[in-house]
């Protein structure tokens, strides 16, 4: 059974950056997009942008274009997803998710979440 | 781009049925058919529920169904139960990003 298991909580200061990882365990994720999903306090569920670890090439989503950074070690069956200049409003709770092989663009398969807290 | 359009909340009562819609544009819904739907309870993490419009994963229960027309999807549950009641979100793969809907929260009267 695969399942994804994300760093734990940080708390950060404005301005500084946060690094995420996020390791598969049970089964291999190299040949799987591996999607970051954000979800701010009582807020919705935000596409921050997703890798295939085999090939490397992420794709970000708009807004956050020019400040997050995602990677993945497919040796390794871990992805990382590293935010910089970090503001309050980056506050939220940050999942990774793998894509099924079967469905495009759904994840059936979530990490437990790791809790970013932004505050001076 | 923008987020797919949802309705804040809907309800209803155990055994009835409701629909959540999700409204994109021709370049999102209208144009693909990867379109999932997620529920999530609160503190945890979402589950994948519908998968390419219509499809369910393996386990999620066949109350649960998923259409589409045009630019806007459909999520329906049959046979309302407590554990329904959830927040559920609608996503739609757009070729290299994908968006979500801004989420609906369903309650169980």
């Known amino acids: 059974q695969v399942q994804l298991v994300q760093s734990g909580a940080e708390v950060k200061k404005p301005g500084s950056s946060v690094k995420v990882s996020c390791r598969a365990s049970g089964d291999t994720f190299k040949y799987h997009v591996i999607t970051w999903v954000r979800q701010a306090p009582g807020q919705g569920l935000e596409w921050m942008g997703g890798i295939i670890p085999v090939l490397g090439t992420p794709n970000y989503g708009q807004k956050f274009q020019g400040r997050v950074t995602i990677t993945a070690d497919e040796f390794t069956d871990t992805a990382y997803m590293e935010l910089s200049t970090l503001r309050s409003e980056d506050t939220a709770v940050y999942y990774c998710?793998?894509?099924?092989?079967?469905?495009?663009?759904?994840?059936?398969?979530w990490g437990q979440g790791t809790m970013v807290t932004v505050s001076s | 781009q923008s987020a797919l359009t949802q309705p804040a909340s809907v309800s209803g009562s155990p055994g009835q049925s409701i629909t959540i819609s999700c409204t994109g544009t021709?370049?999102?819904?209208?144009?693909?058919?990867?379109l999932s739907w997620y529920q999530q309870h609160p503190g945890k993490a979402p589950k994948l529920m519908i998968y390419e419009v219509t499809n369910r994963p393996s386990g999620v229960s066949d109350r649960f169904s998923g259409s589409k027309s045009a630019n806007t999807a459909s999520l329906t549950i049959s046979g309302l139960q407590p554990d329904d009641e959830a927040a559920y979100y609608c996503?739609?793969?757009?070729?290299?990003?994908?968006?979500f809907g801004g989420g609906t929260k369903l309650t169980v009267l």
């Open positions: 996503s739609s793969y757009t070729g290299v990003t994908t968006l």
């Open positions: 998710a793998r894509e099924s092989r079967h469905a495009v663009g759904a994840s059936d398969i």
């Open positions: 021709s370049g999102d819904i209208g144009a693909y058919n990867y």
